[in-house]
């Protein structure tokens, strides 16, 4: 787990970094948009990957209780941020 990220979620979130939930929607969110985009936080670093993984990780930390039976569903802004996201990843690829 990356703990600079971690501390930087936890500042934006208010949050305990120790916060066990706080983890587990860390991780879920970091999976959720590699799936969604490719982008790896372990190979990279970007302000505005990093504010898509802020905005999912309070999304998932707040909504996690209706959240857990449903496919999530990204907000306006977060849905724009994937999609500049994924053409980032493609950019890098080519």
């Known amino acids: ?3 600079t990220l971690l501390l930087a979620v936890s500042d934006y979130l208010h949050l305990d970094p120790d916060d066990t939930v706080l983890q587990t929607c860390f991780v879920a969110a970091k999976e959720y948009i590699r799936s969604k985009t490719g982008w790896s936080y372990e190979d990279n670093s970007d302000q ?3 504010m898509l993984l802020c905005m999912v990780v309070s999304d ?3 909504n996690r209780y209706y ?3 449903e496919e999530y569903r990204p907000t ?3 849905s724009a941020i994937i999609t ?3 053409r980032k990843v493609d ?3 080519e």
Do not use: T
């Open 1 to 3: 787990m990356n703990e």
């Open 48 to 50: 505005e990957a990093d």
């Open 60 to 62: 998932f930390y707040e």
């Open 67 to 69: 959240q857990a039976a």
């Open 76 to 78: 306006p802004v977060c």
């Open 84 to 86: 500049h996201l994924i």
């Open 91 to 93: 950019e890098m690829e």
